[in-house]
């Protein structure tokens, strides 16, 4: 097992991929518009958006089963652009497994070895290695069928792995697997690539899974990547209004600054009136803006109060799920917010709250 990390982080983790200008046409659709990513060697960097924005066609054109439109990929700076699939050593882990029903687990993980033409007793060390570094030795002779959800996507793995290649590919893995299984499933991805230290590009729309397994991230919105950073910056200093939303800032205010208070800005809207907001380094007084700020950083309370930074509303959706209680606070003026307290809380249908905004947890996006 240690012999075959070694081996792996060898041949793997000097591996740095280089995406410059890169564009997907089909037809008279842009499926991918002029992309640049810099991944690190050793990097575990996630393509995370919604259905249909360009991040599995970006996987498909680095593993080569389709041709870019314009622009280049490459490997350590020497361009794979147009070099065959079969040449680039390239792992892919498909989201269905693919894998063969009529073979074993061994046979699978050894069909591209069998396609290097591996010789006999090197391709069985290498399959009896990947099934270790999965947690499945001893699963080689069954078939893909006696197999849960679970261990079919570490087979599916182990083959992707044997191969040792230059960079791991992974198409929304976990997304037909239950949700505890979708949280073991990450830590042993987590744990795989701590061991071996290989390139990996993740593809997926949970930006859970996202800011859990990156070191950095790609956020990207019909074909065009919106922002990229590590999981933190893309949590607590998103760009714009699609990466706040889709990274869970559900509450969004719309409005104007107004004036400044040390170093706060006033900040007007017709709907919630005035708030105080931290001052940002790219706004300034007469701006319009947005405000946003994250449902688990509203403070929600039961007494009448008013002021600086409270509004008043009343609930009209209560979403008990164990650890956390989700409410939709509806203002005088019909605006909503959502709020998540820990626990359950007494709030009823109708009842009457106050919100309280905290200037530092509100964040100032541009007016889109």
């Known amino acids: 097992m240690a012999k075959a990390l070694a081996e792996m982080n060898v041949h793997s983790a000097s591996t740095s991929v280089q995406i410059k200008d890169l564009v997907k046409n089909f037809g008279q659709t842009t499926a991918v518009h002029s992309a ?22 970006i996987l498909s054109m680095v593993l080569g089963i389709i041709d870019a439109s314009s622009g280049s990929i490459s490997f350590n700076g020497e361009p794979v652009t147009h070099i065959p699939m079969n040449k680039r050593d390239v792992g892919m882990v498909f989201q269905n497994y693919a894998l063969f029903p009529h073979m074993t687990v061994a046979q699978n993980v050894a069909f591209g070895l069998d396609m290097r033409k591996v010789k006999k007793d090197e391709k069985k060390r290498r399959v009896q ?56 499933m990450r830590i042993q991805l987590k744990r795989l690539h701590d061991e071996l230290g290989i390139t990996i590009i993740y593809v997926t729309h949970d930006q859970e899974e996202a800011l859990s397994l990156s070191t950095k991230v790609a956020v990207m919105s019909k074909g065009v990547i919106q922002q990229i950073g590590s999981p933190q910056d893309i949590f607590v200093n998103p760009k714009n209004h ?48 947005i405000l946003t700020i994250k449902p688990e950083n509203l403070r929600m309370g039961s007494e009448d109060e008013s002021g600086m930074n409270v509004i008043k509303g009343k609930v009209l959706v209560s979403d008990y799920v164990g650890s956390t209680t989700g409410y939709e606070i509806e203002t005088d003026k019909g605006e909503v917010f959502k709020v998540n307290v820990l626990g359950l ?21 541009d007016k889109e």
């Open 36 to 57: 640049n990513i810099d991944i690190l060697s050793g990097e575990f960097m996630t393509l995370l958006g919604p259905s249909g924005c360009g991040k599995t066609t």
């Open 242 to 289: 699609f990466v706040a939303n889709f990274v869970g800032y559900a509450n969004f205010i719309h409005g104007k600054l107004i004036g400044e208070q040390d170093d706060q800005f006033l900040f007007e809207s017709p709907t919630s009136g005035r708030l105080l907001v931290k001052k940002s380094g790219r706004h300034q007084v007469g701006d319009e803006v």
């Open 345 to 365: 809380e007494p709030y009823s249908l109708g009842r009457e709250v106050t919100l309280h905004f905290n200037p530092e947890s509100l964040l100032i996006l």
């Open 129 to 184: 290695e990947a099934l270790e570094m999965v947690q499945l030795d001893g699963y080689g002779d069954r078939f893909p069928k006696e197999l849960s959800g679970g261990q079919q996507q570490r087979v599916a793995l182990a083959r992707a792995l044997v191969i040792r290649p230059k960079v791991l590919l992974l198409d929304e893995p976990l997304s037909n697997l239950d949700a505890k299984l979708r949280k073991d």
